[in-house]
């Protein structure tokens, strides 16, 4: 394993958890926000996307559709990670498949 690989996951990762968790601070802040409202928030998600809308009584504030950051932040998280350990393990296989045998 290379140390400039090893660099590049954890800057990655320095980078992506932080926003992660200020992304999922913000959908709970959204939700804290209508309740304080008084009104019943509802959220419905679909692969990368999802449809926030809010309800109190018979007034219905409808939601958009919007990318969700979070799903997106997490798969790139997961790619990332996964591509780092793919290749120190053929790396590592590499190396132990060209070493010298000993008689």
């Not at 928030?41 to 990318?67: D, Q």
């Amino acid at each position: 394993m290379k140390l400039a690989q090893l660099a590049q996951v954890v800057v990655v990762n320095a980078l992506l958890i932080p926003l992660l968790a200020l992304i999922t601070e913000n959908y709970a802040l959204r939700a804290a926000y209508w309740g304080h409202e008084n009104f019943t928030y509802n959220m419905v998600r679909y692969p990368f996307l999802f449809i926030t809308s809010a309800t109190n009584g018979s007034t219905h504030i409808p939601g958009l559709l919007s990318i969700d950051w979070q799903q997106v932040v997490l798969v790139v998280l997961v790619l990332a990670d996964g591509w780092f350990v793919w290749s120190a393990l053929k790396s590592r296989r590499r190396d132990s498949g060209s070493a010298p045998q000993s008689p």
